[in-house]
């Protein structure tokens, strides 16, 4: 089974929707990671999570939000889509101790707003 | 902030070296990252470094100057499944975070 894992992995939306993505890993790590990822433009962060209790924004989190339930599990909302969102979604997870952690990606949501 | 560049495509021989670089501007650099990432897929890790130096992986090598923001990803003996966007990841200390950028990537295509 997948370290991390993503739901739904597609998904067609219309303007105006809700949506919420979600994340779970058994990788038993405290930290997690959402992107998006556009052409020309590589991976953005929206928001992260270095523990169940803190959530920061990143580069780009206006027009999203997040939900850390537990430790294994991370979700982004739209809360009302645009299409200006269509864009290939990450969730990432890494360990919080050691400085040369790296990141462990799931398997990505392709997401389009029509 | 943080700014990081790197070639948006490279094409290369089957069999041959390619050498991808990165270069980055940061106030508190933390680390280097490179990932492989290929179409429609996750990106996996395939090095770091945080001193100055070669670190060398199988086919695959990572180099960082730190003092000139540098570093380059080079693969040897080139494989077709090489074929993959590489991107480069530049930690640094933000606000005590240790947050991580990513560059837009360069698309290598190996060709026979």
């Known amino acids: 089974d997948a370290d991390v894992t993503q739901t739904p992995r597609n998904r067609i939306t219309k303007t105006g929707k809700r949506i919420m993505l979600e994340c779970s890993q058994t990788k038993g790590h405290d930290r997690m990671y959402w992107y998006r990822q556009d052409p020309g433009l590589g991976l953005r962060l929206i928001y992260y999570s270095f523990d169940v209790k803190d959530i920061n924004k990143g580069e780009i989190s206006d027009g999203y939000s997040v939900s850390r339930q537990a430790q294994a599990k991370f979700s982004l909302s739209l809360e009302s889509a645009i299409p200006n969102q269509t864009a290939l979604y990450f969730c990432?997870?890494?360990?919080?101790?050691?400085?040369?952690?790296?990141?462990?990606f799931g398997p990505g949501t392709r997401l389009t707003v029509t | 902030g943080q700014n990081i560049d790197q070639p948006t495509e490279m094409t290369a021989t089957e069999g041959a070296i390619v050498q991808i670089n990165c270069t980055y501007q940061t106030s508190g650099f933390n680390g280097l990252f490179w990932y492989q990432q290929h179409a429609g897929e996750a990106p996996t890790f395939l090095s770091y470094?945080?001193?100055?130096g070669l670190e060398e992986k199988g086919r695959f090598s990572s180099f960082l100057s730190r003092s000139k923001g540098y570093s380059y990803l080079l693969l040897k003996e080139l494989q077709m499944k090489d074929s993959a966007s590489y991107l480069c990841?530049?930690?640094?200390?933000?606000?005590?975070?240790?947050?991580?950028?990513f560059g837009t990537g360069t698309k290598l295509q190996v060709i026979p």
């Open positions: 990841a530049v930690r640094d200390r933000a606000g005590g975070y240790q947050k991580v950028t």
């Open positions: 470094n945080v001193l100055d």
């Open positions: 990432a997870t890494s360990e919080g101790a050691r400085t040369s952690y790296e990141q462990y």
